[in-house]
């Protein structure tokens, strides 16, 4: 069977698994190796909504740059921004605060650790990647009509996805409260040309406030480009301290990436402890009972049985591989 490496970063869309490894990290004390860099990343996200509020989204999210092409072709098309009136827009805005809100509950609050350790080294969890890969590979009717959905929806409503619905994206936005900086308004040097408000994707009246607070706000400084008047519009730590050209900012979120990768590949948390040969042995038998989930929960199996097949295998390959 011929193989393909299989490239770390792609466990950044594991973001449950990477969940429920961090509150095992926080509770065990175990950085377990399953799927290590998704962890990393997760914590890279994290740490980057604290201290750089949600530029995660707009500089890094592959998913917010085909929601900004999307967003021009919604301009193209209508000529106008359409926006949903408030007594819509409220309530579906908070649609992605309550699906963060189950996903937190179901693994912060219900989840003991001997659950996440059963989890963790489950069948089912040690193949994420490869079902997500299958997923889109074999993608099913259904998915494919409900993908559609999605990229007609955020054709017609701006940024459809990201302010309705992305979970991910709810979880950054509350902790960018905790950023000290903002995007602030020097309210006697602005001539309320409003181009600000006007550039804003996600439809923030900036021309009305002297500092952005909204968790809406994913810190793409549009606004800050758009403004014709020197320092009036600046994102920084304090108004009119600790200024922040976009370039350092853009700069610093890339830092914190490159850092947290190769912190990973330094400490040896970076690429998984599961080897090719183990992963040959899962896709020949991906579709057994095992390998499955019922509601949630995983397909009951032995632990230390599992464990130790997976470390004969795992020896049993390193002896057939070439020196």
């Known amino acids: 069977m011929s193989c393909l490496n299989r490239p770390p970063g792609i466990e950044a869309f594991l973001p449950i698994s990477s969940l429920v490894s961090l509150k095992y990290w926080l509770v065990t004390g175990i950085f377990n190796q399953v799927h290590p860099s998704g962890l ?60 963060l809100a189950f996903f937190l509950w179901s693994i912060i609050l219900q989840m003991g650790a001997a659950v996440l350790d059963y989890f963790i080294y489950s069948p089912y969890n040690m ?33 459809f996805w990201c302010r309705y619905l992305c979970p991910y994206g709810a979880l950054v936005g509350v902790l960018s409260f905790l950023s000290i900086f ?45 403004c014709p008047e020197k320092e009036t519009l600046y994102i920084s730590a304090s108004k009119g301290n600790g200024i922040l050209k976009p370039w350092i900012y853009a700069t610093a979120i890339c830092l914190l990436f490159m850092g947290g990768s190769l912190a990973g590949r330094i400490t040896g948390y970076w690429q998984n402890n599961i080897s090719t040969h183990e992963y040959m042995f899962h896709v020949r038998h991906l ?37």
């Open 40 to 99: 990393i990343i997760l914590m890279i996200v994290l740490t980057t909504g604290v201290l750089l509020k949600r530029g995660f989204c707009s500089w890094v999210c592959p998913l917010g740059l085909l929601t900004e092409y999307l967003n021009r072709l919604h301009k193209f098309i209508f000529r106008k921004n359409v926006k949903l009136p408030p007594w819509l827009d409220y309530p579906l805005r908070s649609l992605k605060y309550l699906i």
């Open 287 to 323: 579709d057994l009972p095992i390998y499955q989930h019922t509601r949630a929960n995983v397909s009951a199996y032995n632990k230390e049985s599992w464990l130790r097949m997976m470390q004969g295998i795992r020896q049993t390959g390193e002896k057939r591989s070439p020196s």
């Open 127 to 159: 193949v994420a990647d490869i079902k997500m890969l299958y997923f889109f590979k074999d993608i099913s009717h259904f998915t494919i009509w409900v993908l559609v959905a999605l990229f007609v929806l955020s054709i017609l409503i701006r940024n």
């Open 182 to 226: 903002k995007v602030h308004r020097n309210e006697d040097t602005c001539t309320d040309c409003r181009k600000c408000t006007r550039t804003c994707p996600v439809d923030i009246k900036v021309h009305k406030t002297s500092c952005v607070m909204s968790d809406e706000c994913h810190a793409c400084l549009k606004c800050v480009d758009a």
